[in-house]
């Protein structure tokens, strides 16, 4: 399986793009979520230019963040910089939209920027929608100012089967954050090859999986610190968005729902507060501070972080990979240089 890193964006990661580069890894991406991280495409277009071969990655940016063709521009733009080395995850803006208060969109609208994406990075028309007034657009000055030649690659984010099926309705691949069950993603597999056969686009296209890993030492606790400090951004994640989506609070286990309970008093803040997303996300999926490791409970570090001696590293792994995802691209949060180091040792 390939393997990529991921990180917040902001400036002067391209050390680290390069380094990632030099370890072996297969992509660099950063977040897209403009009010806890940085602007992903002035980071990566710094990361374009320290680097010749990896590629990067926009993990994931929405349709309520830009129109589509501000957003094409900057992926085309990006492509200049980087021929044939730009990969764009789109998804609904479950975080980019929540972190100012608001939904994510629709499945149709998701559907809808992706394919007008693709259209205008490939150099082609599309329609622009706003309000009731459509317009055909395209790039007008190609030459020079943006890349339209070599090809963009774009995926969807899944969690379910709408999404997936998506996915197979664009024949675009897949990308999901913390899905470790092998079957959740034999079926989301299921789901986009019944949409590619229905809709005839092409079958080829990859599927990632965002997590963090941490390998356990001789004799290490599975739910120590150095475990929780490793992983705990993604579980803590998971916990705000069980605040956000009642009906996933209501499937959790009591020690979860405690945490979420502690969660929201430690930020001083309600399930109920429309002002809650200025408390919730701050710091959001950034290393975990300490005062809060105690909502890290053993059954998230079991849900959302690959956790276990190398062999049982390698055969989560390979179980993966089984079952559909092609590239594993993991967050070091506690020190990043030396974590690549020791996971390009181990993976690649």
């Not at 992509?27 to 990566?44: A, I, K, Q, R, T």
């Not at 150095?226 to 605040?243: F, Q, T």
Request: proline share 5%.
């Amino acid at each position: 399986m390939r393997t990529g890193i991921v990180m917040a964006a902001r400036p002067g990661l391209e050390h680290l793009a390069a380094r990632a580069e030099e370890l072996g890894f297969s992509s660099f991406w950063v977040y897209d979520s403009p009010m806890v991280h940085g602007d992903p495409f002035v980071s990566l277009a710094l990361c374009a230019t320290a680097t010749r071969r990896i590629r990067l990655g926009v993990g994931v940016t929405s349709p309520a963040l830009r129109s589509a063709p501000a957003a094409a521009a900057a992926l085309a733009s990006l492509n200049a910089l980087a021929p044939g080395r730009v990969v764009c995850g789109v998804g609904t803006g479950n975080t980019a939209r929540r972190t100012l208060g608001m939904r994510p969109v629709r499945m149709a609208e998701l559907e809808s920027f992706t394919a007008a994406l693709r259209d205008l990075t490939a150099g082609r028309e599309t329609d622009h929608r706003e309000g009731a007034r459509t317009s055909r657009v395209r790039f007008l000055h190609a030459g020079g100012h943006v890349n339209t030649e070599d090809p963009v690659e774009f995926v969807v984010a899944a969690l379910g089967p709408e999404g997936a099926a998506v996915a197979g309705r664009l024949g675009t691949g897949m990308i999901s954050f913390a899905l470790h069950a092998p079957e959740a993603w034999s079926a989301l597999g299921r789901a986009r090859r019944k949409a590619v056969q229905a809709a005839g686009t092409g079958e080829e296209a990859r599927s990632y999986l965002i997590s963090s890993l941490y390998v356990l030492a001789d004799g290490e606790d599975r739910y120590g610190d150095a475990v929780k400090d490793a992983m705990g951004h993604i579980a803590v994640s998971a916990l705000i968005l069980a605040v956000e989506n009642p009906a996933f609070r209501a499937a959790l286990p009591r020690e979860e729902a405690a945490a979420v309970d502690r969660l929201l008093g430690r930020r001083g803040t309600t399930a109920t507060d429309p002002d809650r997303h200025l408390r919730l996300y701050h710091d959001y999926l950034g290393r975990l501070s300490p005062e809060d490791r105690d909502l890290v409970v053993p059954s998230l570090v079991d849900k959302f972080g690959l956790v276990g001696t190398r062999d049982e590293i390698r055969q989560r792994i390979d179980a993966l990979e089984e079952a559909g995802v092609d590239e594993l691209v993991l967050q070091p949060v506690v020190d990043p240089e030396t974590e690549m180091t020791e996971l390009a040792r181990l993976l690649l």
